[in-house]
């Protein structure tokens, strides 16, 4: 183990925890309305297939910024046959800052089809759905994930920028940012009698804006790195590393240098982007790639079972990593994952999420799977398009 790197995670219990303390969904997908108050402790929604335990997770997703853990249309989110309001996801949640009311949920003054999120802190109207960020910090997994390494490198950033929120919330606008003025720069080239001044200003943006991008990537990617080097019980040590040619620049040169490069590349592709309809050079164009330590094997190449292994050994590590940086894990939404791992790996699932302090929401058909959390967490039923909390438990 890496001496520099001494993680010594929070008791549990301790007051810092991240949690969510109530949640209250309407018109959200199947739930006409819901309720659940719980402790801090993890939470493991058992129920039927359908049942509608995955559609609880994403609820708690629309509490961090970005379009949730489905990525879906906002307005499919809105429960079929429910009234015109708009799906409502409102939450009592324990932040560093001690306790705030979230809520927020598709905008339904937009106008026609535009889709828009809203978001209330403690009942004020927030500026920008980024501000999330700033009070709690949310990983999952879910089985879509699955494919991670084999699919895009979209999915791939995503997540990687997802995690840097964590450490540093400013990442979520700058990446908001710089995706605008992407999409903005595009749509100008499109039309073909853009203005050069605009473009210039949106390609300064862009420049300045990417290659904070790049450097926060390069900087987690560094931390995560060290805290991957001590394996979580029986799960795979990983090693990331970002492939992209900004990330190279900011290996190479000062980060002015990589702006002036980056300005310099984009000026000089206006002609090529308004074909492609992108942008040639960009942190959006950079991949993050993994690598299996213990077999010395990219992700991609590993088995399903292995790959499985790998996100949740990385996204344990960097839970890991903010509980040492921070003082809290963050909450951590983890859709059916128990039930791909064998006995040894679940109870080492259990205990690193107990050692960590996170409240961690698990889901699966069968109850049995989660019985080694028993005493440790706390259990809930999901059925009719209803949650109800055992009190056994
Ligand atoms: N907009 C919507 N309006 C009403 N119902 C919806 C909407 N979107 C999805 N549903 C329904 O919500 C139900 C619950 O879905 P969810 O994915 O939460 O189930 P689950 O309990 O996670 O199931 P599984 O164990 O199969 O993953 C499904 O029957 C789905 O068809």
Known sequence: ????FAIQPRPTGSTARLAV?????????CYAGARLEIDQRPVVLTGANGAGKTNLLEAISFLSPGRGLRRAKLSEIDRLSGDAGGWVVAAKVETRQGPVDIGTGRDISAAPGVERRVVRIDGAPARSQNVLADHLSLAWLTPQMDRLFLDG???RRRFFDRLAYGADPAHATRVNSYEHALRERARLLKQGRADNAWLTALEEQMAAGGIAIAAARQALVARLNQACEVAVGPFPRAALALEGAVDRWLEEMPALAAEDRLRAALAASRRQDSESGGASEGPHRSDIVARHVDKDMPAALCSTGEQKALLIAITLAHARLQAAESGSAPILLLDEVAAHLDEIRRAALYDEICALGAQAWLTGTDRSLFEPFAGRAQYATVADAAVVL???V
């Open 153 to 155: 490198a979209s999915g």
């Open 390 to 392: 055992d009190s056994s």
């Open 1 to 4: 183990m890496n001496a520099a």
């Open 21 to 29: 303390r109530r949640l209250t969904v309407t018109d959200f997908r």
